[in-house]
């Protein structure tokens, strides 16, 4: 890190992106899981999930070299999932991760959190920021990061508390709890909890420490912040001075709930003040008035009759001074303290009273408690590095003029001119069958669906499947219907009689395997499949050169004046079956290595690149059906050497030869005996499957 970068984090200032990418010895990605309000796929998939995997391929420039590598990275992780507010969970994007819609009946899902796991490192992020390009990259934002690993030190409470919230959110997407995606997401906090469970400390937040944190959740079935905050606050003095920072606030012409539960839980005798951080302007109508985007309740809100109390207000800034660049307001967080305690909370509550959980309808959401001693803070570092990551403001002046004006529009206020998807739309899944063809699964609630409704395609071209078709279908809760359209759908447009607009209904996977590998890597040439297996470096690199020798072989001329190399030696049976040799002895080599999923496991075997793909491509362009079957038998011979290793957090020895000899069930009904005319050939394959399949 360069100072210029330490001192700028010193200062409280970084990028949430970069807590998206693995640090030193983390280990292989097992998996993630999301929420956020506003979202978008693009950004999420090609910058939040490629630091996430460690992509080194890029979108805009690496082309096909791109989607192997994110397929490759993908498929063999656990989960990978975000569950975003009904109102923007929409768009196309890669079925190798889940969307899944919150279906809140009067609130929103508010909460931006992400939970990232890789095999030696579990990483809570609870931030401000939607999983946007304009949250991450160009509004002024707030994000708190906690790390669990062997022998850490961070609190397991957090970690536990947020688990548990994980679980019960999901619940808002409505769909059963058997469901595909939601038991990925299931199975990924069962597995993140079990591991973790050394990988923290379990005692109070102030046991002997100067800083502690802990989780703040409200919304349903959760208590509201202020309630929380009576028990994180310490016995004895209660805090004194309040700094609140927030873009949003409650509607200006009724009474300011969260400002006066706010006085309620500071000082109640002496001096105490509440300062809050505004967006403002000066007036372009009235010379020394300043306009203030907050309303003029929070001010009237302060108690009366006290004489000790105050109200203030600090201007931001809607520059950084890192660049200089205008960026939009939208952190949030509340600083309370006394002369001896701080209690500093940020993450996506607005200072509203939805947002801090006091409505009829509150908002989920998510934030960190940060808890500081200052009697354990002896050299106040832990002070200053909380003090930097506040919000920055020039004080209004108490006896400036003042114009109050506040903006209709709301942070939490779903988009105008857009429809919830009923109910009725439960799930819909994609799956293939044995063939590899495409089927969509749609699941119906009981509630039965709006009259006129219909499907359309993601580009709204055609409709897929309509009210009429499944009446005529005797109206069931599930129907499989056959793909023909290409690529897998993100989802469907639907649309009813009386809708002002149209809903989205995303489609999620049955399994990693119902999708078909992209084009580039569908049915590989044999020669191909053995330089990748034979390979030290990453699929993705190999299979650039190969596209880079391919294109160079279409555009360029064709002869060669070297007579030895026209001649294509690697069709020689003797040289063939010395090559194929080292690719099988190569695939070994890969299953022996640990392996931290089933998904892993499973690409390994079945992938573009795996076991079956070779034995296709073997099937494919082998000369004899003698040299076919000697050929598998060989492959099915070298799995049955394979020696799994240990490795802490990985798949068991035992469970990987299971699914090794499955495979090679499968793969003795590949091999044709029927045909062959060599009865030793014949005896050698018999031999070897009743040896290693007795």
């Known amino acids: 890190m360069s100072r210029k970068e330490k001192k700028i984090r010193e200062e409280g200032f970084g990028r949430i992106l970069d807590a998206w990418v693995p640090s030193e010895g983390a280990g292989d990605p097992i998996g993630c899981v999301a929420t956020s ?47 975003v507010d009904q109102h923007h969970c929409r768009g196309s994007r890669n079925l190798r991760w889940d969307l899944l819609p919150a279906r809140l009946k009067g609130s929103v899902l508010h909460a931006k959190l992400s939970l990232l796991h890789w095999t030696n490192l579990i990483r809570l992020i609870v931030s401000s920021s939607n999983l946007t390009d304009d949250g991450y990259r160009r509004n002024q934002e707030i994000f708190g990061v906690v ?13 536990k508390q947020t688990i548990s919230f994980l679980r019960l959110v999901v619940e808002y997407s409505q769909i059963d709890s058997g469901s595909p995606p939601l038991q990925r997401w299931y199975r990924f906090l069962d597995r993140a909890e079990d591991v973790s469970k050394e990988w923290g400390v379990v005692n109070d937040v102030w046991d002997r420490k100067a800083i502690g944190i802990q989780s703040v959740i409200s919304g349903p079935g959760y208590p509201d912040i202020f309630k929380k905050l009576d028990k994180i606050w310490p016995s004895g003095s209660p805090p004194v001075d309040a700094f609140v920072a927030s873009p949003f606030y409650d509607d200006p012409d009724s009474p300011n709930k969260p400002a006066e539960r706010l006085w309620g839980i500071l000082k109640q005798r002496g001096r105490a003040s509440v300062s809050y951080y505004v967006s403002a302007e000066d007036s372009r109508d009235e010379e020394g008035t300043v306009v203030i985007h907050a309303p003029q309740s929070l001010k009237l809100s302060q108690p009366q009759g006290r004489d000790s109390v105050k109200t203030n207000f600090y201007r931001v800034d809607d520059f950084l001074k890192q660049d200089k660049i205008p960026r939009p307001y939208h952190l949030k967080s509340l600083w309370l303290e006394n002369d001896r305690f701080v209690v500093y909370i940020m993450g996506s509550s607005n200072f509203t009273s939805p947002g801090m959980g006091i409505s009829k309808h509150p908002n989920i959401e998510v934030n960190l408690a940060y808890l500081l001693d200052r009697n354990r ?24 003029s003042i114009k109050w004006e506040l903006s209709s529009a709301q942070d939490d206020n779903p988009p105008e001119n857009t429809e919830e998807l009923p109910l009725a739309f439960s799930l819909a899944l994609y799956d293939s069958d044995d063939e590899g063809k495409g089927i969509v699964i749609l699941h119906f609630a009981e509630s039965p669906p709006p009259e006129g409704w219909r499907l359309m395609l993601e580009d709204k071209s055609s409709i897929f499947y309509g009210e009429k078709e499944w009446k005529k279908n005797a109206c069931p809760s599930e129907i499989r219907l056959e793909w023909h359209d290409g690529p897998p759908p993100s989802g469907f447009w639907v649309s009813w009689t009386g809708s002002k607009s149209t809903a989205w209904w995303p489609v999620n996977v049955v399994s990693a395997h119902s999708l078909p590998p992209p084009a580039e890597l569908k049915d590989l040439p044999l020669e191909v499949l053995i330089n990748i297996l034979t390979s030290a470096r990453p699929l993705h690199k190999v299979f650039k050169e190969y596209l880079a020798r391919k294109n160079e072989r279409r555009d360029g001329p064709n002869e060669d004046l070297d007579p030895h190399k026209r001649v294509d030696t690697s069709q020689f049976l003797l040289r063939r079956t010395r090559r194929i040799s080292w690719a099988l002895n190569s695939l070994r080599e890969r299953l022996e290595r640990p392996v931290a999923t089933m998904e892993c496991l499973k690409w390994r075997l079945y992938g573009p690149v795996g076991v079956m793909a070779l034995a296709k491509a073997l099937e494919r362009e082998t000369h004899s059906d003698e040299e076919r079957a000697f050929l598998l038998t060989e492959l099915a011979l070298e799995l049955t050497w394979v020696k799994p290793n240990k490795a802490p957090g990985c798949l068991s020895p035992d469970k990987i030869r299971q699914e090794i000899r499955s495979l090679l069930k499968k793969l003795k009904n590949t091999i044709p005996r029927k045909g062959l005319k060599n009865s030793l050939i014949d005896k050698y394959v018999q031999d070897v499957f009743n040896l290693i399949l007795r």
């Open 147 to 159: 790390d669990y690993k062997p022998g850490g030190s961070s609190p397991l409470d957090c970690l």
């Open 37 to 83: 309000f506003t979202f978008s796929p693009v950004f999420f998939e090609e910058e939040c999930l490629g630091r996430f995997l460690h992509l080194e391929s890029d979108p805009n420039e690496d082309g096909p070299a791109y989607l192997i590598e994110r397929e490759e990275k993908l498929a063999p992780i656990m989960c990978a999932a975000v569950l």
């Open 377 to 400: 803070d002896s050299k106040r570092k832990k002070a200053r590095f909380l003090e930097a990551s506040f919000m920055k403001g020039e004080k209004i002046p108490s006896d400036i």
